[in-house]
């Protein structure tokens, strides 16, 4: 068997050894195509015996395929190369590796986001940069940095060079989910009244959008913030208002505020939980955002988050918070149907969600059998099985044999 996963190895390697050279093909359908094939090797499978390889070039060639920008790297190159770079650092875990991602990759991606040029570019970047931030960001100071970056793609600061756009709804949903994710991580956060009075009513206003996804991940954006205790953070110790500093008093002014701010998205909330189906309302839409403003209801009043129990084989994956709900809904979309083999095998993800699978569905070496391959190797008629059949045949004889041997000499005894 180890023959064989040594041929599957070589066999793997060398389509990602010609997809990774295709990438220095002047062809831009060219370089799409090698990036397609990488991105389906990534998710399907740990590609660790690619990476302790390549590693260094396979980020540089995805990073200068961003870099070239609207001159030469269509949209749809942009997309696929950030992808790809945000599955390369899930892939490292946490290591100087991911380190080097996100030293080398946020500068492009700030720069790219703040050109504005070609938004159906934008949604990657922003996974993108929120996945590289999460694996490989050093502590509070760069994940800010990160949720400031993605912000001002909604929020620009306008100057000479800036142009104000309307952002589009998938556009403010992609950021909001992306910025949820990385708020979901922290916990000492900076009192800046100000920007988090800002931050709660821009999206207690998205509540009242009509599109639904941006409704729902405004929904779950507030849910953390409350979750995480924004609001407590600024109340001053009770003392009468003499024995208050200036800067105790301005925290309690926040604090009153923000109370107040909260009341009004309680009572978005609770109208948003029993909204009636307007014409042409998605069913499963209206469904998921009821239960979604139902628990966030709970969340309130009672002070319940939800839980979530995925079966994953044989295990459960389990959360318990808005904020481990928010990370595993993100990682599902960004991986999506390689999650599954993610969270059996990629010991960075085990260890966000404290999933400890019972036993390994396979082995770090082992190859998952296409259907073709299964018919090959396992089928009846296979070389394989034959011969397996041959041994078993052989052992029974043996063994009937000795068994046989063991009758006699008793009868002898007797």
């Keep these: 068997m180890g023959k064989r996963n040594e041929e599957v190895h070589f066999d793997q390697d060398g389509l990602l050894d010609q997809a990774l050279d295709a990438l220095d093909e002047k062809r831009g359908s060219t370089r799409e195509r090698a990036l397609s094939v990488i991105i389906g090797a990534f998710t399907s499978n740990m590609q660790h015996h690619f990476v302790d390889k390549k590693f260094a070039t396979l980020l540089h060639q995805c990073l200068a395929s961003i870099k070239k920008g609207s001159k030469k790297a269509s949209a749809k190159e942009i997309a696929l190369a950030s992808h790809a770079i945000g599955l390369l650092t899930l892939t490292v875990g946490c290591s100087d590796n991911a380190r080097e991602i996100f030293e080398e990759s946020v500068r492009p991606l700030d720069e790219f986001l703040t050109s504005k040029s070609h938004l159906t570019k934008i949604p990657s970047l922003l996974e993108c940069l929120a996945i590289i931030t999460f694996v490989g960001g050093n502590g509070l100071e760069e994940t800010e940095r990160s949720m400031d970056i993605l912000w001002r793609v909604i929020h620009p600061r306008l100057g000479s060079n800036v142009v104000a756009v309307k952002p589009s709804a998938p556009l403010i949903t992609a950021v909001v989910s992306a910025w949820s994710f990385l708020l979901s991580t922290m916990r000492n956060l900076k009192l800046n009244s100000k920007n988090w009075q800002n931050s709660i009513s821009y999206l207690s206003s998205l509540l009242d959008k009509e599109d639904r996804p941006v409704r729902i991940a405004a929904g779950e954006a507030l849910a953390v913030i409350f ?7 600024f109340s001053a110790d009770s003392k009468g208002a003499s024995d208050m500093s200036q800067e105790e008093i301005n925290l309690q002014e926040s604090y009153t505020h923000l109370q107040g701010l909260k009341g009004k998205v309680i009572t978005q909330v609770k109208n948003l939980s ?9 069913k499963k839409d209206l469904n998921n955002q009821r239960n979604l403003f ?4 709970e969340f309130f009043e009672c ?3 939800p839980e979530i129990s995925m079966k994953i084989g044989g295990d459960s994956l389990q959360t318990s918070s808005w904020s481990q709900m928010i990370q595993l809904n993100f990682l599902k979309h960004f991986l999506g149907g390689g999650f599954i083999k993610h969270i059996q095998e990629n010991e960075f993800l085990q260890d966000v969600f404290n999933f400890k699978p019972k036993r390994r569905y396979l082995n770090n070496n082992e190859h998952r059998m296409s259907s073709g391959e299964k018919r090959m190797f396992k089928s009846p008629n296979s070389v394989q099985n034959k011969a397996r059949t041959q041994l078993l045949n052989k052992q029974r004889l043996l063994s009937e044999g000795r068994n046989l041997g063991h009758y006699a000499a008793n009868m002898v005894d007797d």
């Design 303 to 305: 002070g319940y988050s």
């Design 274 to 282: 029993v909204e009636a189906g307007g014409k042409g309302s998605a």
């Design 227 to 233: 979750e995480i205790g924004i609001i407590e953070k």
């Design 294 to 297: 139902r628990d966030i209801v």
